[in-house]
């Protein structure tokens, strides 16, 4: 997993807006100011071939693609959580796991722009 999560944590940096920073034994990925992935760093999460990623809400065809994915546990999920965990099985499972990180990372993009408009929003009413 250390060879993965470093292939992993290589391509999310590349990406546009992208910062990271260690918590909580994780290398936590943000867009702009949103964070969207935790990568094992000394600590793994669910099983050790783990990461987390954050979707704030997920919209009915992305449930249905989740609960289809043998990666993804909606089962050991509390109500309400917005972290997924997403457990590589293979090299193979590296193509899925960046898809769903690129999802996260989309919609860390549209959390940030929210953000900024209810901010905006604050300062002229």
């Known amino acids: 997993m250390k060879q993965w999560s470093a292939m992993l944590g290589q391509e999310l940096g590349g990406w546009p807006d992208v910062s990271s920073r260690p918590m909580f034994g994780f290398l936590s990925f943000y867009r702009k100011n949103a964070i969207f992935a935790a990568l094992p760093y000394t600590r793994g999460v669910g099983t050790p071939n783990s990461f987390m990623f954050r979707l704030v809400s997920m919209a009915d065809e992305l449930r249905e693609k989740a609960e289809q994915s043998r990666q993804i546990r909606l089962e050991e999920r509390s109500p309400g ?26 919609a860390a993009g549209e959390s940030d722009k ?7 929003r604050g300062r002229s009413g």
Do not use: P, T, V
């Open 81 to 106: 959580a917005k972290w997924y965990i997403f457990e590589l099985r293979s090299a193979d499972d590296l193509r899925d796991a960046l898809w769903w990180l690129n999802q996260a990372y989309e």
């Open 114 to 120: 929210h953000k900024i408009l209810r901010a905006k």
